[in-house]
C-alpha cells in the first residue's frame, strides 16, 4: 500500500491543501509534503491524527471501505485550541467533501477569530452561549444567545467575544472553510 498517494488522494477528496491539512494536524506542510511523497513515515498516532482531520479512520484507511456515517458524536469531533483555550470543534470530521461544513466555536471573554480576507461562500451562524460581536465589511453587529447571523463572505470578516461571559456559536460555513 503507498501510504503517501493513499493520503494525497483522500486530502483531494476533501478539498484540502497541504497547508490546510497541516494547520488541523497541526504539523507543518513540509512534513504534510514529504509523507505525501513517500520520503517520511508518519508514527500511527500522527497517522491517526491525519486520517481523523480527513475523516476516517485506520480501519476504513487501510480496508479501503467507504462508509457513509450518518450520526456523529463528540468522540469524532476534531477540536483545535487557538489563542489561549479558544476553540473551534468540527462537529462533522469530514466535511470538507460535503457542501457545508459545521463547527462549534467557543470564545472565551476577550477572545477573536482571525480576520478572513473575502472569498466565495456563505456562513450563518447561531449563538448558543453569551454574546458575541460580528465585524463584517467595517461594520459591528452585537448577537447575543437565541440570535443568528447570515452573510455573503465576500467582505473582510471576524467574530469576538467582548463580553464577560464565555462564548459558543454554532458556525455553518458553505463550501467548507475552517
Not at 482571525?114 to 459591528?140: A, C, M, Q, R, W
Request: with cysteine; proline share 3%; aromatic share 12%.
Amino acid at each position: 500500500m503507498n501510504i503517501g498517494k493513499n493520503i494525497k488522494d483522500l486530502r483531494f477528496k476533501n478539498g484540502l491543501t497541504q497547508e490546510e491539512l497541516a494547520d488541523r494536524c497541526e504539523l507543518t506542510k513540509g512534513y504534510i509534503s514529504q509523507i505525501e511523497r513517500n520520503l517520511t513515515s508518519p508514527s500511527i498516532s500522527t497517522l491517526i491524527d491525519i486520517l481523523d482531520c480527513l475523516g476516517t479512520d485506520l480501519n476504513n484507511f487501510f480496508s479501503k471501505e467507504e462508509t457513509d456515517k450518518i450520526v456523529y458524536t463528540e468522540e469524532d469531533y476534531f477540536v483545535k485550541n487557538f489563542d489561549d483555550d479558544n476553540k473551534i470543534n468540527w462537529l462533522i470530521s469530514n466535511s470538507q467533501k460535503y457542501s457545508m461544513e459545521p463547527i462549534l466555536l467557543e470564545l472565551k471573554s476577550g477572545g477573536k477569530t482571525k480576520i478572513d480576507s473575502p472569498h466565495n461562500g456563505e456562513e450563518f451562524g447561531y449563538v448558543l452561549k453569551g454574546i458575541i460581536t460580528l465585524n463584517y465589511d467595517g461594520k459591528k453587529y452585537k448577537i447575543k444567545k437565541g440570535q443568528s447571523f447570515y452573510y455573503l463572505c465576500n467582505k473582510d470578516h471576524h467574530i469576538e467575544n467582548n463580553g464577560k461571559y464565555d462564548a459558543e456559536v454554532l458556525w455553518i460555513s458553505s463550501p467548507p472553510y475552517f
